[in-house]
């Protein structure tokens, strides 16, 4: 990418599917030009003679026979998210025609962006320190609110602040020693062996602080799983409906009406989890409900917390609590549901009936309504215990590739205080202890970008999509 640097790229940077609105991006020098020549404007006027971060409305000539609507964004380098020229094209979200216009672009000059060359360039163009280029992509790939939020954070450039001051400490120190070997034939001692162990030590404890208050990739990936299982017609449904704040599950009268496993991110507190709705769980002998069934209580042993949804206004089903004993599921909730249509002498028979099974805690609620939800929601939470990462937590978001590096840095550190340890005047191991010194540097060089190669970057953004 860094060979690319002269050529303005293109590509369609909104999400590849049919929308009311497109996008397709330019950028580099030639970007107003090739804009210029497949565009028209309301004013008449030139799209390079517009004022810098404004929007103008137009048409797109596809040929010479056709043109369609579109604005215009223009930003004029540096202040662009790439920090060169920069044109958005947005119209008709069409893909293919989003692709026309693509291709008219390459017609006109334009090379096609490679995956992530958009941020790859805001980061060599000094726009945003590597490690929150990196967290573009966690922005984009986010599934989850607690994903959002952790890649937001490194964006705003939490990571960089930290990595920033470990990195001047150790620059310093750096210095200091290697200017005790500048000078080793003069009496001039620049940092002690037991000053360099403690403003090392005070290093070591700022990066292990960094490591253990980091959340890696693979570990936010997974959210605690929830599976919302009973008898047909208890309300498993309405509940996911209630829990998740959507429509993701049809609700009605008539049993059985679920078949496939259903999922979708829900809030517990300051927690998160993905809640799964299964089919009803009876004696049926119904082929498809059958295998529906069997699919429920598969998922069952799979999750790390099994929610037991039981009408409480009907009778209770001893055949659905037989296969439920069967289930090895590490934690059970049940959840009392259709409180709000039943008599309290019903609902005290009946929750005292549930306690006695001995699944777990039992909460009285109504899915319909909303009553007893938050103390349901709140128990989930209790059980999953610390499986669900708190949400709102200063957690940093780390790569695979980020974490490498910064236990490298510790490790090369170790190695340096070992040496100021058991020196007795810092020139005695001032070539070794220097050498230590610049690798924890580098190491930590690699998280921010200011140590690179082209192989690190190609790394970094081919985990990109294209136009980003």
Known sequence: MIDRLDMTIVAISSAPAI???GIVRLSGTESFSIADRMTTLESGAALHEQRPSSRVVGEVQINDALSVPAALYIFRAPHSYTREDLVEIHTIGSPALLEVVRQRT?????????????????????????????????????????????ARRIMDGSLAEQIVGMRSELAELVALVEADIDFSEEPIE?????????????????VQGLLAGSTSVERLDVLPRVLLLGPPNAGKSTLMNRLTGTDRAICAA???????????????????????????VDRSEDEIIAQARSMALSTAERVDLLC??????????????????EVDCPAMVVAANKCDVSTD???????SRLSAHGFGPVCGISALSGAGID??????????????????????????????????????????????????????????????????????????GDVTSEDLLADVFANFCIGK
Not at 345 to 351: L, V
């Open 19 to 21: 929308g009311s609105v």
């Open 106 to 150: 390459l017609l006109l000059g334009a090379t096609a962006a490679e995956p992530g060359e958009f941020t790859a360039r805001a980061f060599l163009h000094g726009a945003m320190d590597l490690s929150a280029a990196e967290a573009v992509a966690g922005v984009i790939r986010a599934h989850s609110d607690r994903q959002l939020r952790a």
């Open 190 to 206: 620049f940092i002690t062996p037991n000053d360099c162990r403690e403003r090392l030590n005070r290093i070591a404890e700022r």
């Open 254 to 280: 008539a049993a059985g009406t679920t078949r496939d496993i259903l999922s979708a991110p829900i809030r517990l507190g300051q927690s998160e989890a993905m809640l799964l709705d299964s089919a009803g």
């Open 308 to 325: 037991l949804v039981v009408d409480v206004s009907a009778p209770v089903d001893t055949h659905f609590f037989d296969l439920i004993r």
């Open 345 to 351: 002498t019903m609902i005290r028979s009946s929750m």
């Open 375 to 448: 103390r349901l929601t709140g128990t989930m939470a209790d059980l999953l215990g610390e499986m669900a990462t708190t949400t709102l937590s200063e957690s940093t978001l780390l790569s695979v590739r980020q974490e490498r590096a910064i236990n490298d840095a510790a490790q090369a550190i170790a190695r340096a205080m070992k040496l100021a340890q058991d020196a007795t005047e810092t020139v005695d191991c001032a070539d070794v202890l220097a050498f230590d010194l610049r690798d924890a540097l580098d190491r930590l060089g690699v998280v921010s």
